[in-house]
């Protein structure tokens, strides 16, 4: 069973910053697309990034768009994504996901074959 590891949640406020963190042992990561998704309270699934395989490319959502970057380090084996200037309407639980394909599907929010078990991100006003 394949259980994606996220860290790095926490509460902060408007403006503040955080950086996820995504890894899972025994699964090297490098080789997929990897996904953030997040889920608010009362609202569905939304993708927020996605990062393909190697040197692929990087979709954001509208919402995060220059204040999220999402990277990988292969030889930590894990997927980043650094939240800057952030927002109310960014408390969620934020989730890494794949779909065991090397590109990604957009920022679809559903057809994946492994998740996380999320970590709670907080802003408060």
């Known amino acids: 069973q394949v259980q994606f590891e996220e860290s790095g949640g926490g509460s902060v406020q408007t403006g503040g910053s955080l950086r996820l963190s995504c890894t899972v042992p025994g699964f090297t990561l490098d080789y997929y697309a990897i996904a953030w998704l997040r889920q608010a309270p009362g609202k569905g699934r939304e993708g927020v990034s996605c990062?393909?395989?190697?040197?692929?490319?990087?979709y954001y959502a509208d919402s995060v768009k220059g204040r999220f970057t999402t990277s990988r380090d292969n030889a930590k084996n894990t997927v980043y994504l650094q939240m800057n200037s952030l927002k109310p309407e960014d408390t969620a639980v934020y989730y890494c996901?794949?779909?065991?394909?090397?590109?990604?599907?957009?920022?679809?929010?559903?057809?994946?074959?492994?998740w996380g078990q999320g970590t709670q991100v907080t802003v408060s006003s």
């Open positions: 990062i393909s395989s190697g040197e692929g490319r990087i």
């Open positions: 996901a794949t779909d065991t394909l090397s590109n990604c599907r957009g920022l679809s929010s559903s057809g994946y074959d492994f």
